[in-house]
Nanobody, 123 residues
């Protein structure tokens, strides 16, 4: 059974940092490309960042470039999202997603999803 479990969300003041983690199981992790998406209340799910099966290819949304960094540790079957200089508009539920193959910025390309972790940034 494939599982993706996010952790690391919480409440932080604007300008602060959080690191999200996504532990995967049930998949050969080295075959998995991963992405982070987020969904704010009343809004559609949007792409945040993605990483290929190796660590050499990463993609980020313009809104988070220079502030968020996606990375992975294949030995721990884990994907991370380091979020710095957080803004109130970053408030959302953050989802980890996985797919076999190349990284993608499209949510519909991902087969596996976690339950999400809430990130709230106060002003």
């Amino acid at each position: 059974q494939v599982q993706l479990v996010e952790s690391g969300g919480g409440l932080v003041q604007a300008g602060g940092s959080l690191r999200l983690s996504c532990v995967t199981s049930g998949l050969r992790f080295s075959y998995v490309a991963a992405g982070w998406f987020r969904q704010a209340p009343g809004k559609e799910r949007e792409f945040v960042a993605a990483i290929g099966r190796s660590t050499g290819h990463t993609y980020s949304a313009d809104s988070v470039k220079g502030r968020f960094t996606i990375s992975r540790d294949n030995a721990k079957n884990t994907v991370y999202l380091q979020m710095n200089s957080l803004k109130p508009e970053d408030t959302a539920v953050y989802f980890c997603a996985g797919r076999i193959g190349s990284a993608s910025i499209g949510a519909n390309d991902y087969n596996y999803w976690g339950q999400g972790t809430q990130v709230t940034v106060s002003s």
